[in-house]
């Protein structure tokens, strides 16, 4: 997330392998070069100039000139023809193309709203807490465990208060969200830092333990086990993934590690180790097939992982819950 506890840990972006380096120590994570992606795009054209546009600064910052002007070029190709066609002949043209080896698995996350409250009542009693002053990154901090037993209580670091402790850990697991006060003001609550703890999946536990099956393992699924357990039962299975997030209240969009706003339906999360975030991409699914920019990071993303941004709201998170697909990712290097 980055949004999302698991995406915005501040990885360090790496240079893009020339496709030998080792991925995991095992296979080459890219091809050699290889055709075109079939480049057709399934979204909007403004879209992927939001993505580009905010990730130019990036480049220049960077002094990445070549990656600047090849986003510029594929811009240029994208608006000059919606022939895929003459876009593959294109593409072959200024830019080299590599797959990622293995078939990568794609999902989704997005933005939730939440209704909240400033103070604690007898609806909403479940604490978003801001990042502690004493906290330092990557050195490790009290548990989930530890905080839900009450390690931060009487601190002063609520930020904001919810009425569904389910809601709060989704948040904590998306990165990002928009609170709802009872004023009708909408604020963005977005990633302040971790407790530097590893990150669980708690789908995989509910799996392990028999509470999931693998094909029905959606976040409404979790979403509906959770709900059905009693606090005491919930708040042990939750523990089991130590990481806990803490946020910060600003009306600010939301942004991935990259530093940049994160574009709906463009912004992708992907292993730096793979795909270093900045990275102009093709993503190839059953239900996506689209022009995508690297610009995000989490701790879940490993390998052949492709977390796609959807925006905010619940038809957005509705679409989140259920994408979990396999597909091709393509790099593209300009030339």
């Given at each position: 997330?980055?949004?999302?506890?698991?995406?915005?840990?501040?990885?360090?972006?790496?240079?893009?392998?020339?496709?030998?380096?080792?991925?995991?120590?095992?296979?080459?994570?890219?091809?050699?070069?290889?055709?075109?992606?079939?480049?057709?795009?399934?979204?909007?054209?403004?879209?992927?100039?939001?993505?580009?546009?905010?990730?130019?600064?990036?480049?220049?910052?960077?002094?990445?000139?070549?990656?600047?002007?090849?986003?510029?070029?594929?811009?240029?190709?994208?608006?000059?023809?919606?022939?895929?066609?003459?876009r593959?002949?294109?593409?072959?043209?200024?830019?080299?193309?590599?797959?990622?080896?293995?078939?990568?698995?794609?999902?989704?996350?997005?933005?939730?709203?939440?209704?909240?409250?400033?103070?604690?009542?007898?609806?909403?009693?479940?604490?978003?807490?801001?990042?502690?002053?004493?906290?330092?990154?990557?050195?490790?901090?009290?548990?989930?465990?530890?905080?839900?037993?009450?390690?931060?209580?009487?601190?002063?670091?609520?930020?904001?208060?919810?009425?569904?402790?389910?809601?709060?850990?989704?948040?904590?697991?998306?990165?990002?969200g928009?609170?709802?006060?009872?004023?009708?003001?909408?604020?963005?609550?977005?990633?302040?830092g971790?407790?530097?703890?590893?990150?669980?999946?708690?789908?995989?536990?509910?799996?392990?333990?028999?509470?999931?099956?693998?094909?029905?393992?959606?976040?409404?699924?979790?979403?509906?086990?959770?709900?059905?357990?009693?606090?005491?039962?919930?708040?042990?299975?939750?523990a089991?993934?130590?990481?806990?997030?803490?946020?910060?209240?600003?009306?600010?969009?939301?942004?991935?590690?990259?530093?940049?706003?994160?574009?709906?339906?463009?912004?992708?999360?992907?292993?730096?180790?793979?795909?270093?975030?900045?990275?102009?991409?093709?993503?190839?699914?059953?239900?996506?097939?689209?022009?995508v920019?690297?610009?995000?990071?989490?701790?879940a993303?490993?390998?052949?992982?492709?977390?796609?941004?959807?925006?905010?709201?619940?038809?957005?998170?509705?679409?989140?819950?259920?994408?979990?697909?396999?597909?091709?990712?393509?790099?593209?290097?300009?030339?």
């Amino acid at each position: 997330m980055t949004l999302r506890g698991r995406r915005a840990l501040a990885l360090g972006v790496l240079a893009l392998a020339s496709g030998c380096a080792l991925w995991r120590g095992l296979l080459p994570p890219l091809t050699g070069p290889t055709d075109p992606p079939p480049a057709i795009d399934d979204v909007d054209l403004p879209s992927m100039r939001a993505a580009v546009a905010r990730t130019l600064p990036v480049y220049e910052k960077r002094a990445q000139i070549r990656e600047r002007d090849g986003a510029l070029r594929l811009l240029r190709i994208l608006e000059a023809s919606d022939d895929p066609v003459e876009r593959r002949a294109w593409i072959d043209r200024d830019f080299v193309v590599r797959r990622v080896r293995a078939p990568v698995l794609l999902t989704a996350y997005y933005e939730p709203e939440l209704e909240a409250r400033h103070r604690r009542d007898a609806r909403f009693r479940s604490p978003l807490y801001g990042r502690p002053p004493d906290l330092v990154d990557g050195t490790p901090y009290a548990t989930r465990g530890e905080i839900y037993g009450g390690a931060l209580a009487g601190r002063g670091l609520e930020i904001a208060w919810l009425a569904d402790p389910i809601d709060l850990f989704f948040l904590q697991v998306q990165g990002s969200g928009r609170l709802r006060f009872e004023d009708g003001r909408r604020i963005g609550a977005h990633f302040a830092g971790t407790n530097g703890r590893p990150y669980t999946s708690v789908g995989r536990v509910m799996i392990e333990r028999g509470l999931l099956t693998r094909d029905a393992a959606s976040a409404a699924d979790i979403r509906r086990v959770l709900a059905a357990m009693p606090e005491a039962e919930r708040r042990a299975l939750l523990a089991t993934n130590e990481r806990y997030v803490f946020f910060e209240l600003a009306d600010r969009p939301v942004r991935g590690s990259l530093g940049v706003p994160l574009t709906p339906g463009r912004s992708v999360a992907t292993d730096p180790a793979l795909v270093p975030a900045g990275t102009l991409a093709y993503l190839e699914t059953p239900t996506y097939r689209r022009f995508v920019v690297a610009q995000d990071t989490g701790a879940a993303i490993t390998g052949a992982r492709c977390d796609l941004f959807l925006g905010a709201g619940e038809q957005a998170g509705a679409v989140a819950g259920r994408t979990r697909e396999h597909g091709w990712l393509y790099v593209l290097e300009p030339r």
